[in-house]
């Protein structure tokens, strides 16, 4: 009896896979209105039920970040070409591509002036945070990230020497206060410093030493782990992103502008 009941929710949230947190729907009588509430909305215009791996990389950004980002809305505008043609005019409006998904980034001091995602840059969700990272003011980093760290973090992946790097960590350790009352945060904080003395200690440029330790925990996590070890592993995974910078020195000290 359960098993059937199960069955049919299974069935009921395949057949609503379109459906997507985070994200709200839009079309041309509530368009302008609530995208001008916002300061930034992320619009992907696509089908009207889109599926596969652009849409699943858009949805799992969006409920990524909906929450924390109070500023920044998520839309689907979906398109049809037959029968009603529902949200066509919108999709003329904003010159939407035929090749499907275009997606575009609105400002709301004037909606004529959206920038458009790359059409040749594949939609995942590291590319999409790339998008909105170099095109607003908004942070927003991986979960678990910590903001003033990770610029840090950015600095001392392109400090030159050593002795810069010490510098930037003891500044980091001068932080902990800031931190240390929310065990989250904390835990956050010292992945980081956990990191940077690795570093410091390694003989890899952050870049060796960064690339050869995601292989490692990504091999690590391929084996049998408890939930809580994976989230831990995951967690190390997102603040070291926090360490490639596009500039990397390509060895301690030369940078280059490679990537
Ligand atoms: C633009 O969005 C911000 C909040 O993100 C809001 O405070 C402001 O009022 C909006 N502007 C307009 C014209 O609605």
Not at 59 to 85: C, M, P, Q, R, W
Not at 203 to 222: M, N, P, W, Y
Request: proline share 2%; hydrophobic share 40%.
């Amino acid at each position: 009896m359960n098993q059937i009941l199960v069955t049919c929710l299974l069935l009921i949230q395949a057949s609503l896979s379109w459906a997507s947190n985070g994200c709200v729907d839009l079309d041309g009588l509530n368009f302008d209105k609530v995208v001008k509430r916002f300061q930034y909305s992320l619009v992907k215009f696509d089908v009207a039920f889109p599926y596969g791996d652009k849409h699943e990389a858009f949805t799992y950004f969006a409920k990524e970040n909906s929450e924390h980002l109070d500023h920044l809305l998520f839309a689907l505008v979906g398109i049809k070409d037959y029968g009603e043609k529902e949200n066509a005019d919108l999709g003329k409006r904003f010159n939407v591509k035929e090749a499907f998904p275009d997606i575009k980034l609105f400002n709301n001091d004037s909606l004529n002036n959206f920038i458009d995602y790359p059409e040749n840059l594949p939609v995942t969700v590291y590319n999409l945070r790339e998008f909105i990272s170099s095109n607003t003011d908004l942070y927003i980093g991986l979960p678990g990230c910590l903001k003033e760290i990770d610029e840090l973090a950015a600095k001392f992946a392109l400090s030159s020497n050593a002795e810069e790097m010490s510098q930037i960590l003891s500044q980091i350790e001068n932080l902990d206060s800031i931190y240390s009352n929310t065990e989250k945060l904390h835990k956050s904080f010292n992945v980081y410093l956990m990191l940077m003395k690795k570093i410091l200690q390694s003989e890899k440029t952050v870049r060796e030493f960064i690339t050869s330790e995601e292989a490692r925990i990504q091999h690590l996590l391929s084996g049998k782990l408890s939930e809580n070890k994976k989230a831990d592993l995951n967690l190390r995974l997102n603040i070291m992103k926090s360490f490639k910078t596009t500039k990397q020195p390509t060895q301690k000290g030369v940078v280059t502008d490679e990537l």
